[in-house]
């Protein structure tokens, strides 16, 4: 077996072993599971080379979440769930492969130690530009949080249709778990996604529809 017929198979490893695990066993899991990631990453030239952009982004991501253990809020699941989420609902829109890398990765600069010049060097610029998009420019240093949602917000209103595209999908999974799980910040979160889908407007008209009726029905 060459070594990128074993980072597929150990993607599919650690997919399978990720797939369903929720807060209880996840440690357990992420044990089991990091040697085999860090295999894949010791090879990750060979997988530039011989896979597609897509599949590429989908192990970056995992394992950028999982190096720094990160799960959802919530559940427990691992991270890595949530933008296969969106990477769902962007497919079922036109869309580009930049597009779909992207998804994957547009938490990975904001939550983990990966910059956006690393995105760059391994996906090239304009996947780089959609996750810079994508990524939230205020820090708690910055004030309270209707001061930092704003800086937010303006970064958001400059980005490309396409990067709003993305952000739609991302608004989409993620007030469906809010809404289920914390209703009493969901009635905070409502309200600052509305103000947000303003300026999403360019982006996809289903998607946008699809976020606007979400937030509209709590």
Not at 124 to 143: F, K, N, W
Not at 191 to 201: M, T
């Amino acid at each position: 077996m060459n070594n990128l017929e074993r980072i597929k198979d150990n993607l599919l490893i650690i997919e399978g072993k990720l797939d369903g695990c929720d807060g209880n066993d996840f440690n357990h899991v992420h044990d089991e599971v990091s040697p085999i990631l860090s295999d894949a990453v010791d090879r990750i030239e060979d997988l530039e080379k011989g896979i597609k952009p897509e599949n590429y982004a989908r192990l970056f991501a995992t394992a950028a979440h999982t190096a720094i253990d990160q799960q959802r809020k919530y559940t427990g699941e691992p991270y890595i769930n949530h933008p296969k989420a969106v990477v769902e609902i962007l497919k079922t829109i036109p869309h580009t492969t930049e597009m779909i890398c992207a998804a994957w990765l547009h938490d990975v600069v904001e939550d983990t130690n990966v910059t956006i010049d690393i995105i760059k060097e391994h996906f090239g610029d304009l996947v780089a530009q959609y996750v810079d998009e994508l990524t939230d420019i205020s820090s708690p240093s910055d004030g309270n949080r209707e001061f930092r949602k704003n800086l937010d917000l303006a970064h958001t209103a400059n980005a490309s249709n396409e990067a709003k595209t993305i952000k739609l999908a991302d608004l989409i999974h993620n007030t469906s778990s809010i809404v289920k799980h914390d209703t009493g910040f969901a009635e905070i979160y409502l309200a600052e996604k509305r103000r947000l889908l303003e300026v999403l407007r360019e982006g996809n008209k289903e998607l946008w529809q699809t976020a606007h009726d979400l937030c509209k029905q709590y």
